[in-house]
């Protein structure tokens, strides 16, 4: 399926892994780019010289395009930056920030920039600041979201700009990329479903509790601080909620949730730890390879267009 995005970065599907930290890592990345898609290695708030690593463990399992997701938030997003650039990776992905003062440095590099967009005020200016394509990402999805939902969302974007939009939030196979297309979108990125590929390096407990999810399954926290992020169901989240309520300071419920991504995904720990997993959790039932999810997903997605983009 050939659409903008796919000639933008030089792959044969339209679908983008999200950038989740602790979770896209190398072996994903690599396997989602070998698959066809794009796969993402995600900084989160990781030294630069991990990200370098990550960087070359991924070229060797791969010879084709991949990318990474920095948080313009962490503190070493300055030096994360430069070793993107120095690194020449295909394509970088941004949130919780504006990359404008790195646009240039990426751009001379041979860089792909790609936002991630809540809104399309933010879509124009990054379309303003060079960027070569915006992921518009509504609310369905998991970990930080903004507020409205990718139903909303990616139209408006796409009425917004001139160069192409990225869907992502709520969308887990065939129909939600096909009526992502029908809104404007000419590609998808996901997270939640790469979340129990074969090749996610993530505790069996946690793919197990996305298996097990149903519809009602996820909730948000911290809205109270400005800073929104859907989770699956546990006793952490439902006691950060209780502490919300009771009007906690931000302080306190900071402490009840520092390292709770990192022991979720790498030690298990989905009672206490923070599961990040978006709204389409519940429909996501069995475990595949990143081949096989790509794989499944353009042929319901082409089946239900019955067309080319």
Known sequence: METRITRLLGISCPIIQGGMAWVAEHHLAAAVSDAGGLGLIGAANA????VREQICKARELTDKPFGVNIMLLSPYADEVAQVVAEERVAVVTTGAGNPGKYMALWKEAGIKVMPVVASSALAKLMERAGADAVVAEGCESGGHIGELTTMTLVPQVRDAVSIPVVAAGGIG???????AFMLGAEGVQMGTRFIVADEAVVHENYKNKV????DIDTQVTGRSTGHPIRVLKNRMSREYLR???????FEQLEQLTVG???RA?????VTEGSVMAGQIAGLIKKRQSCREIISEMMEETEKLLDRRI
């Open 260 to 262: 709770g991504l990192r």
């Open 211 to 214: 298996i097990a999810a149903k």
């Open 265 to 269: 995904v790498t030690e298990g720990d």
């Open 243 to 249: 502490l919300e309520e009771e009007g906690a300071s």
């Open 47 to 50: 030294p630069a010289e991990w």
């Open 173 to 179: 196979d065939g129909r939600g990329m096909a009526a």
